[in-house]
């Protein structure tokens, strides 16, 4: 979001030289290379990923939706590779957990051959690493590394295609540094849980349990393919579902010497409610505006003159302190309040009137990091601190610099605890942010899934991305909104999780400004399946949150023709 009228130039040359080359490139959003130290010279580092070859077929390995076998050709080296085939919603992710020691250092690499192939490690206990190519006509060795967390014993490295691509193929993966816990080498891999049933289950969430396995210090949740949480016992809820929805669930078992094959798969359903996630009191189709504490040439409102089609309206914005992660809000003199009892009066009057009031976090020039446990307590403190003394309903995270998913979930829990259910959480990432669920803004949304309001994500100041069909669209069409909006739908997060966000003229952004009746389209065709370009989704999603727009005061100096249009089509979709 912008405090200038324009994006800032640097911003737009940073945005430029990611989206040269291939288009595609940017769309993924590969993850920059890590330099760690590696074996010295003449040492052979030993590999720790079992089966790497596929040699013994897929023994190992997990692939998602039965998307991967073994094939004699083509091949990297010896007499096998492994072949995964992207389908539907399924992008062919392919895992092995992989015993590690905790702060230590690892490289791993792998063979690729396909269109959009990833490589990966997740369950680092630091940042969790991807590495991909647009493109291999032939054998392409890819590369990434990372480092361990204080506690971490295991990681979970894979591969995996993208939606609408043809089988990719991979060979040859190798993660290397130091294995296992040196204080347990002979315990054996644990074998498949059993007994594993569903128990209590309500909206959002199914209640899972199963017999312990000897030998076993965890295990792992899947849902439907991928996992979705670790516990030290032998219970867990899933949270974060959708209602009336049915979900297919595996365990497996872990130690330091690796994880077991998965048990037999038990599905649940969740029963009829209004969505999934949290957000408090916000209307089931809701408008988001942002409200500028500045002035930078748009119409400069009171809080009270905000146009009341806006459901959410997020208070741009909070501050960096000299305290890493915490922020403050001060209110900017030019907006004409008095006192800042009046700015809090307003508040209260427009939740009176069923509006929510959030505090955001970011924008442009928003320099808010939170990258360890420290600044994430930090972060949460001090909003939950602004919530108090303001009244706001909750947080948007509006950080454009990138954020770290460990840290800011951890942050957005703890604020979470400290505010109850009637939190909301709104976010607004760039489009880049939400290309992969491997990227740090989609691994936070889906982390917090439970208790997030919506992500409006910004389709603006953007390029060319790609849509959930692996072809790529240019901003300024239906065909942008809705192809980009099909890979959050169809990615993780519920419908009542997703929103729109557009410019409400077009001197809200560089570029990327949209007339109301191409929102309104987008709208119609996610929600009903009317109003489409030329991608059409699979499916409809009745229950999308709705539509945003930076910022109410720009929708005021176009003389309320965004609000005017777009707010009555969301509040009349289904």
Not at 134 to 141: E, H, R, Y
Not at 283 to 300: C, E, I, L, S
């Amino acid at each position: 979001m912008d405090r200038a009228p324009h994006p800032h130039p640097t911003r737009l040359r940073r945005r430029f030289a990611r989206l040269t080359g291939a288009f595609a490139a940017t769309a993924l959003g590969a993850t920059a290379l890590v330099a760690l130290g590696g074996t010295p010279a003449g040492a052979a580092a030993a590999n720790l990923a079992q089966n790497p070859g596929f040699e013994s077929g897929l023994s190992g390995w997990t692939c998602s939706a039965g998307s991967g076998s073994t094939v004699a050709s083509p091949v990297h080296s010896g007499s096998a590779a492994l072949k995964a085939t992207p389908a539907g919603t399924d992008n062919a992710r392919c895992a092995q957990t992989v015993a590690v020691r905790p702060n230590s250092s690892y490289t791993l690499t792998a063979w690729v051959q396909g269109s959009y192939v990833y490589l990966g490690a997740s369950g680092t206990g630091t940042t969790d690493v991807s590495t991909w190519t647009p493109s291999a006509s032939g054998w392409q060795q890819l590369s990434t590394s990372f480092t361990t967390g204080a506690n971490t014993t295991s990681v979970t490295v894979y591969t995996h295609g993208w939606y609408g691509q043809p089988a990719y193929y991979a060979d040859d993966i190798s993660l290397t540094g130091p294995g296992g816990d040196p204080g347990n080498p002979g315990d054996p891999v644990p074998g498949a849980p059993s007994g594993l049933k569903t128990g209590a289950v309500t909206s959002s969430s199914i209640a899972l349990s199963w017999s312990p396995v000897t030998g076993a210090t965890g295990y792992h949740v899947y849902r439907d393919g991928s996992r979705v949480q670790s516990v030290s016992g032998t219970s867990a809820t899933v949270t974060g579902l959708t209602p009336s929805t049915s979900y297919r669930f595996e365990v497996t078992a872990t130690n330091a010497a690796g994880e077991s094959p998965r048990s037999s798969a038990v599905t649940g359903t969740t029963s009829a409610g209004s969505g999934g996630g949290g957000g408090g009191t916000v209307p089931r189709h809701a408008v988001t505006g942002y409200w500028q504490n500045f002035d930078n040439g748009a119409a400069v409102q009171k809080l009270r003159d905000v146009q009341d089609q806006y459901d959410i309206i997020a208070v741009a914005f909070a501050d960096a302190t000299g305290t890493p992660g915490a922020v403050d809000f001060t209110l900017d003199p030019a907006v004409g309040y008095g006192s800042e009892q009046q700015f809090k009066d307003d508040i209260k009057a427009k939740q009176a009137a069923g509006k929510s009031v959030v505090i955001s976090i970011g924008g442009q020039n928003g320099t808010v990091s939170v990258n360890d446990a420290a600044s994430a307590n930090n972060f949460a403190n001090s909003v939950y601190a602004l919530m108090r003394e303001y009244g706001f309903n909750g947080v948007d995270i509006d950080l454009e610099n990138g954020l770290n998913a460990t840290y800011m979930t951890q942050a957005l829990r703890t604020l979470s605890a400290k505010a109850g259910s009637g939190l909301v959480i709104t976010m607004a990432p760039q489009t880049i942010d939400m290309q992969s669920t491997s990227n740090g803004y989609f691994q936070t949304a889906l982390n917090i899934k439970d208790i997030l309001t919506v992500v409006n994500m910004q389709y603006y100041n953007s390029g060319s991305m790609l849509g959930c069909d692996g072809k790529v669209y240019s901003q300024g069409s239906v065909d942008f909104l809705t192809a980009l909006a099909c890979i959050q739908l169809e990615g993780g997060l519920s419908p009542s999780q997703v929103g729109l966000g557009l410019p409400a003229s077009t001197r809200g952004a560089g570029s990327g400004y949209v007339s109301p009746s191409i929102v309104n389209n987008a709208l119609d065709c996610l929600a009903r399946g009317t109003n489409c370009g030329s991608f059409k989704p699979a499916r409809t999603y009745p229950e999308l949150r709705g539509a945003m727009t930076w910022s109410t005061n720009w929708d005021a100096t176009a003389g309320n023709a965004w609000s005017g249009a777009v707010g009555p089509k969301v509040h009349g979709l289904p």
